[in-house]
Nanobody
Framework: QVQLVESGGGLVQPGGSLRLSCAAS????????MGWYRQAPGKQRESVAG???????NYADSVKGRFTISRDNAKNTVYLQMNSLKPEDTAVYYC???????????????WGQGTLVTVSS
């Protein structure tokens, strides 16, 4: 019922920038957290950045100072601005949304389809 559509991935040179977007739609009453995860070949999935419904943010140590997560509550959209990209940032990036379908329901979650970010010269 809930769909997350990601966009913004691509090929960029080291030091370059990309902006990822993720729009959530469907049966969503409220969102308590949105975030970004990434997975590189041969590595485990890791959390990159997250933002709560109150606007609190968290970042992986490896991206602090370079990446910025933001959201547009009216559009149920989360963004990840990635600057000063490094080859080690190369991965498939997945959008995550934690949400409620109604006022008293249990917390649910959804994942985006993933968008590939390749940082290479």
């Amino acid at each position: 019922q809930v769909q997350l559509v990601e966009s913004g991935g691509g090929l960029v040179q080291p030091g370059g920038s990309l902006r990822l977007s993720c729009a959530a739609s469907g049966s969503i009453f409220s969102i308590y957290r949105m975030g970004w995860y990434r997975q590189a070949p041969g590595k485990q999935r890791e959390s990159v950045a997250g933002i709560s419904s109150l606007g609190n943010t968290n970042y992986a140590d490896s991206v602090k100072g370079r990446f910025t997560i933001s959201r547009d509550n009216a559009k149920n959209t989360v963004y990840l601005q990635m600057n000063s990209l490094k080859p080690e940032d190369t991965a498939v990036y997945y959008c995550y949304v934690g949400y409620y379908r109604d006022y008293v329901g249990n917390a649910l979650h959804a994942w985006g389809q993933g968008t590939l970010v390749t940082v290479s010269s």
